[in-house]
């Protein structure tokens, strides 16, 4: 096999391999029902930070969900200048339980992920073993046992006193305020609790507003972070084409998601159109092709099904293609076309 054909086999190849993942801006769903899905979630593969993947899904109804491991639970709300999502967990008390207890279970997080259980929470446990669980007013326990303060469930708290949304819910059962620091101490307060709900605490107004205040609201607030990397932010920027945040599914390196294709910095001026590649990659394809047999690869339609198979081509690998053609040349002018025809001119063993 002669150095021409060598580097027909070899741009062959390169060919093959020169088509762009297939552009995937358009398949990122921006919502889910009525809640914005905006980076560093997606809820298609490969949308948003892989440190998200897969923790929220939409249903075919347009509910959406917070994977943990203890469950999926219902959204209703996230909120992007404020980093948390708030979720509900249908087990649950809620006001319309009053004294009657249902099963529940303990919501966790994966301590792996950047999700954290706000401060902004607080959980109440209803009718509590005071065998296992001390359940006293904590101003008071505080005062006779500083050292065991954190271990208490206030049974003199705010919240007990004034169930939100239902004041008068608990008529025979009793309650107190306790905040777990761990799932395990979670699990192990319910283990000698009928049930516990969670009530956040949620901002009312803005910080110009006056007075500036907090209503509780029953719900789970949990934070997350939001991983800025220069890649992302020349991404989304309006004048490198406003592209959307991705990554690769199988590297979970980063992607911009253009119309034209993704890229791994921006999409503005990364791409030629397919039109200009189109008649470009004829040319090359026919100038290969022609140097063997003689004929136009144009006329055949193989040739196009290899060129629609591309869907974008940056103007890197123009230029690459453009070089592999100004080397063939050279080769062409040192070295007889021979069309894979072995002899011992162009032996390479």
């Known amino acids: 096999m002669d150095s021409f054909t060598s580097f027909l086999c070899l741009c062959s190849i390169i060919f093959q391999s020169i088509s762009l ?4 801006a ?8 009525d809640i914005p899905i905006n980076y560093p979630f997606g809820i298609d593969d490969g949308c948003g930070s892989p440190y998200y993947r897969h923790m929220l899904v939409c249903s075919d109804l347009g509910n959406l969900y917070l994977r943990t491991p203890s469950g999926r639970y219902p959204v209703h709300g996230i909120s992007y200048s ?3 999502i708030l979720v509900t967990d249908p087990l649950m008390w809620n006001c319309r339980d009053g004294d009657h207890f249902r099963p529940t279970r303990p919501f966790s997080l994966d301590t792996s992920t950047p999700f954290t259980l706000s401060s902004q929470n607080d959980y109440l446990f209803f009718n509590c073993s005071e065998d296992y669980v001390i359940v006293e007013p904590k101003p008071i326990f505080c005062e006779r046992f500083p050292d065991r303060c954190d271990s208490s469930c206030d049974s003199a708290s705010y919240l007990c006193r004034h169930l939100p949304e239902c004041a008068d819910a608990l008529s025979a059962s009793s309650c107190c305020s306790y905040y777990p620091k761990a799932t395990d101490s979670l699990r192990l307060m319910l283990r000698y609790c009928a049930s ?4 956040y605490w949620k901002t009312v107004g803005s910080t110009t ?3 500036y205040s907090q209503v509780p609201e029953y719900g789970i607030r949990v934070d997350f972070d939001v991983p800025v990397t220069t890649h992302c932010l ?3 920027d309006p004048s490198k084409g406003s592209g959307t945040c991705g990554f690769d599914t199988q590297t979970h390196n980063f992607l911009c998601l253009c119309k034209e294709g993704n890229v791994t910095s921006y ?3 990364m791409f030629v159109s397919r039109e200009i590649f189109h008649k470009f990659a004829m040319k090359v394809s026919n100038h290969f092709f022609f140097s063997c047999t003689g004929h136009d690869i144009s006329r055949h339609k193989r040739a196009g099904v290899i060129a629609g198979t591309v869907t974008g081509i940056s103007a890197a690998g123009a230029i690459g293609i453009g070089i592999g053609i100004w080397v063939l040349k050279k080769v062409r002018a040192k070295a007889p076309v021979t069309c894979g025809v072995q002899s011992n001119e162009n032996r390479i063993f």
């Open 21 to 24: 993942i297939e552009a995937q």
């Open 26 to 33: 358009s398949l990122c769903r921006t919502t889910c029902g």
């Open 82 to 84: 404020d980093p948390h």
């Open 196 to 199: 516990y709900t969670s009530v």
């Open 209 to 211: 507003d006056s007075p």
């Open 234 to 236: 020349q991404c989304q």
């Open 267 to 269: 999409c503005k001026g």
